[in-house]
């Protein structure tokens, strides 16, 4: 079979490449290599031009360039350094104090739903234990949501498939 019909999956492409899936998956995202299907031969130039523009850094010789390489370093000093100053004037904040705030929030809603069957039922237990058991029930619901899917990544295709098939 030519190279060129053939389409690879991700766990194909991450097999072919010797990277990790996620290293993948990123690559994809960047649009660095093609989406899941495309064909062997698409893998293989989309992987070859990106590690060609990885390494342009290096001269003919193989050593790296020392004025590009100091450029570099420097941007990426600099880069570092404006992150600091934004998180320092409060215009940017850290992702574990951002999901630290966020679960004090859930945390914080939880606690109110749980008081609605005492506050609408009153004195009415079985009015009570029903709204409890809903409430109960859209709780344990929103807690099966996945953190990824919250955060944009959702389930790729083939895990989706063994979540319907399971």
Do not use: C, H
Not at 12 to 17: E, G, K, Y
Not at 29 to 34: M, R, S, T, V
Not at 116 to 140: P, S, Y
């Amino acid at each position: 079979m030519p190279i060129d019909t053939v389409t690879l999956t991700r766990a194909d492409v991450a097999w072919l490449t010797g990277m990790s899936d996620s290293w993948v998956r990123d690559r994809m995202q960047a649009g660095d290599l093609p989406r899941p299907g495309a064909t062997a031969d698409e893998y293989v130039e989309a992987f070859v031009a990106y590690r060609v523009r990885k390494f342009e850094i290096a001269d003919e010789d193989g050593t790296l360039n020392k004025e590009q390489e100091q450029a570099r370093l420097a941007k990426e000093q600099a880069d570092a350094k404006a992150m600091d100053n934004a998180e320092r004037r409060r215009e940017l904040a850290s992702l574990p104090d951002m999901m630290a705030a966020g679960a004090g929030v859930i945390i914080m809603v939880v606690a109110q739903l749980q008081q609605i069957g005492a506050r609408v039922a009153g004195a009415d237990i079985k009015l009570r234990q029903r709204i409890d058991a809903e409430v109960n029930n859209v709780l344990t619901d929103l807690s099966m949501t996945r953190i990824e899917e919250a955060r944009g990544g959702g389930l790729d295709e083939e895990e989706a498939a063994e979540t319907e098939g399971a």
